[in-house]
Nanobody
Framework: VQLQASGGGLVQAGGSLRLSCAAS???????MGWFRQAPGKEREFVAG????????NYADSVKGRFTISRDNAKNTVYLQMNSLEPEDTAVYYC??????????????????WGQGTLVTVSS
């Protein structure tokens, strides 16, 4: 499985961006997630979604502002980010896990990673 993240960019505080993660191969059964890493900080969980798209989980810091979704016909997972804050500035990574029964919130719970896309939020 190869993952390709896109959609990052520069946006003003309060603005919106939508990230996409296109996967090669069949990922419809895979749990997938978004993580982010700011300079000098550890990679942190942002959001995760089950293979069917029914179950979702979010970090407290993004609840109510970010929405994760997936289109299994397109093998793509999205992260809609609204009301962006300067603290959201980071490189965002998508990830997938081959077999899982729950949405992992630790990076060690994922097997495959995309290359990252930079999101910069200016104040």
């Amino acid at each position: 499985v190869q993952l390709q993240a896109s959609g990052g960019g520069l946006v003003q505080a309060g603005g919106s961006l939508r990230l996409s993660c296109a996967a090669s191969g069949r990922t419809f059964s895979m749990f997938m997630g978004w993580f982010r890493q700011a300079p000098g900080k550890e990679r942190e969980f942002v959001a995760g979604i089950s293979g069917s798209g029914v179950r979702k989980n979010y970090a407290d810091s993004v609840k109510g502002r970010f929405t994760i979704s997936r289109d299994n016909a397109k093998n793509t997972v999205y992260l809609q980010m609204n009301s962006l804050e300067p603290e959201d500035t980071a490189v965002y990574y998508c990830a997938a896990v081959g077999i899982s029964r729950a949405i992992a919130t630790s990076a060690s719970g994922y097997d495959y990673w995309g290359q990252g896309t930079l999101v910069t939020v200016s104040s």
